[in-house]
Each structure stands twice: as structure tokens, then as C-alpha cells.
């Protein structure tokens, strides 16, 4: 019996290579974003995950079609930049609503089903950024690492229940994010140039970056994954750069980021 997996933000980038993924595993998989950019095979349905009445009117209609829910990959989001001075408190609100509560409303409208079936998988998309904060991308950063934060947590919670939790941390990945980042660079001359050339360079890398179909088998597979580590870095050097997060002395950690990111 194929599994049901719904995949937000599943219209492009690492959602919708995720979503292909699924389905060449055999899943039956739904993509819930606003806007539907057809795919072979993968079921659209049209909500913004920052309503949580259009979240739980969406999952519904999975479960009305359907009968249940087995995986849940929560990928929709989207990325700031700008000196956290000049940020407008609406687009860091903005920021988080989306990233996190966006993920919160799609995951509750899922608990109550998998808690009732006693078994679900919950895959969520958190960034090396969360781990290790980007300068200039200050609410980014603020919402990956709030979204491992809450993978850790709702672990715990969940586990009796059969459903299991697990955070992946991408890191550059060459897809329509980068062009899609919304780029302030008001006060750059007193930042003395700084912002401009930190988000060049982090859109620079992004661009050299893994391309979106690797994520997506990665998202997969360990959405296919009945267990696995909480916080999984997405490939072998961001592997190694989480390593190292852990066991540098945080000081010298945020150093070599400001290095790369705020000179």
C-alpha cells in the first residue's frame, strides 16, 4: 500500500524536487503551496500555510480523499536579508511567519491524525544557517534555528505515539531561492559595504551549491525513514561544518562565520 506524504512549498526548489522523489518511491504525494506549477503525478493543493484555516482545510482534504497521512515534509519558505538594525519589524514578523508558524499550523493540522493511526513521519527544512547564524541574515537564521529548536522538542512529545521527528539542515543549494530573497541594503555606506558584500558572497555559493534534484532524494529519504537522528546536515561537508559547530569553541565558531560573511 503506497503512503500518503504531503510536502509544503512543493511548486519548486528542494519542495518539488522532494515531492518527485516520493513519488518515484512509490508514495502518493501531495504539494500544498499557493500557486500550482503542474507536476506529473503529484496531487496540488492550493493554501497559504501562514492561514491556519486554509492549513487545516488543506490537510483535510487529504484525509477526506485518503484516510490518513504517513509522511509530512514542511519546506515552504523563504529568505530575508539586511543589517538587523535597518529590518522593518513587519518583515522580520513576516520572516517567521512563514518559516515557523507557517511549518507549526501544517504540523498541527497533521498531529491529531497520525497521533489516531499511531504512526507518522515529520520532515523539516532547518539550515546549516540555524546552527551556525548568517550575518545580515539575521531572521533567517533566527527562524532555521527555531525550527530545529521545535523538531527537538516535539520529538520528545510525539514519540509514544509512534511518530517520529527529524530536522534536515541544508546548505547551499543552487535553486530559485536565492533569486527569490527579498535583499535590503539600506545603510550599507555606514555598514561601510558590508551587507552588499555578504549576500553576494552567501548568493555566490548558493549558486555553486547542490542542485535542488540531490536535496530533494536526500528530503526523501529520510522522510522514507521510519527513525533517524534529529538534526541531519544535508551532505558530507556541511556534515563535517555541523561537526564542527559542536565542537569549537562557540567564540571562535561565530569568528570564522564573520569572517566569511561580515568583512
Known sequence: MAEIAVV???????????????????????????????????????????DESQALAAIGRVIGAEGRIDILVNNAGFGISGAAENTRSADAHRQMEVNLFGMDNVTRAV????????????VCL?????????PF???YSVSKSAI????????????????????????????GFTDAREKSEIGDD???????????GMERDERGGMTPEYAG??????????????LVAMGFSYKCVALLAKLLPRRL???????LYAK
Open 8 to 50: 509544503t512549498g512543493g511548486s519548486s526548489g528542494i519542495g518539488r524536487c522532494t515531492a518527485r522523489s516520493l513519488l518515484d518511491a512509490g508514495c502518493r504525494v501531495y504539494e500544498l503551496s499557493r500557486r500550482e506549477i503542474p507536476q506529473d503525478g503529484v496531487i496540488h493543493l492550493s493554501a497559504d500555510v501562514t
Open 111 to 122: 498531529l491529531p491524525h497520525m497521533r489516531a493511526q499511531g504512526r507518522g513521519r515529520i
Open 126 to 134: 532547518s539550515s546549516i544557517a540555524g546552527i551556525l547564524p548568517i
Open 137 to 139: 541574515q539575521l531572521w
Open 148 to 175: 530545529a529548536s521545535y523538531c527537538l522538542a516535539l520529538a520528545n512529545e510525539v514519540r509514544p505515539f509512534g511518530i517520529t521527528v527529524c530536522a534536515v539542515l541544508p546548505g547551499d543549494i543552487a535553486t
Open 190 to 200: 555606514v555598514y561601510a559595504g558590508r551587507i552588499a558584500r555578504s549576500v553576494a
Open 217 to 230: 532524494r536526500f528530503v526523501a529519504k529520510y522522510a522514507l525513514k521510519r527513525n533517524s537522528r534529529p
Open 253 to 259: 565558531s561565530n569568528r570564522i562565520v564573520g569572517a
